[in-house]
């Protein structure tokens, strides 16, 4: 608790001496309190145009292993760090519906997320952090180019490409989620999927499926929900964060995604990590 409001922002906004609380001050360190998890070996996707894939760890891991695989150590909410890794996430879904409505076929998530769910599985792959996939721009093209590049089939109708991508996406977790279990020395699950990409059904099999760990999904709105667990620790409404996880998962509604047939998934992994990276 900071303290009161100033006078002078009272006068402008009308509103009393409230006390004004710094929560945990990064849309993914809130979303992270926000994580409804029952137990500390879970690690974490703060899913949307970026995905954020982390563990909560009581101070820094400093380590050439950390260095190598280039995590990033973020203060967190009550003197804990976020170990994580920036992963290129639904950016490229997002850019190929902005391409494919200039072009003139507009369609909704939902819509893409049928098509690439009666796709045929494993076609052809990408590495989502490549420099090509970047910039905004025609998404499609640069995916059909770079399969192409690779030796593998292009994707061509909506369906294709947007498998193409969310099957990567799930790869490229189960690579940043072994990297993890190294530096951390322990295996970790479930897998807890929140923000605006949880609602995608899909990804959130996909990625059980490809890592052999469960998902939870939920809460989509973690970030404002970790914001206000935190006031609610900081006015004494909840003892802890935890004891605000808790609530979470009694009322936010999340789904949970059991692994099936894994053994597919083994073989594209094998596929996933020689693709080039740049």
């Known amino acids: ?122 076609r052809s792959l990408v590495n989502p952090d490549h420099p090509m996939f970047m910039p905004p721009g025609d998404m499609p093209r640069r995916i059909r180019t770079y399969c192409q590049e690779t030796g593998q089939p292009a994707p061509e109708t909506y369906g294709q490409v947007v498998r193409t991508a969310l099957e990567s996406l799930a790869l490229r977790f189960r690579v940043a989620l072994e990297q993890l279990e190294s530096i951390a020395g322990r295996r970790l699950s479930p897998i807890h999927i929140v923000g605006g990409g949880s609602q995608n059904r899909l990804l959130n099999q996909l990625t059980a499926d490809a890592t052999g760990r469960p998902v939870i999904a939920g809460p989509v709105e973690a970030t404002a929900m ?40 083994d073989e594209a992994y094998e596929r996933f990590v020689r693709l080039p990276v740049q």
């Open 1 to 122: 608790v900071l303290g009161p409001l100033l006078s002078s922002v009272r006068d402008q906004v009308g509103l009393g001496a409230v006390p004004v609380i710094a929560p945990a001050c990064h849309d993914t360190g809130s979303a992270v309190v926000a994580v409804p998890a029952a137990a500390p070996d879970f690690m974490y996707i703060s899913s949307g145009t970026w995905a954020l894939e982390g563990i909560e760890v009581s101070s820094p891991v400093i380590t050439a292993e950390t260095l190598r695989h280039n995590f990033t150590n973020e203060g967190g909410a009550g003197g804990t760090f976020r170990l994580l890794k920036n992963i290129v996430g639904l950016w490229l879904v997002q850019e190929c519906r902005r391409e494919w409505a200039r072009e003139g076929h507009e369609m909704s998530y939902d819509e893409l997320t049928r098509l690439a769910a009666e796709a045929e599985p494993f």
């Open 226 to 265: 970790g914001n206000i667990i935190v006031q609610a620790v900081a006015r004494g409404y909840i003892g802890s964060v935890q004891e605000g996880r808790e609530l979470v998962r009694r009322g936010a509604g999340v789904c949970e995604y059991q692994p099936r047939d894994t053994a597919p998934w």
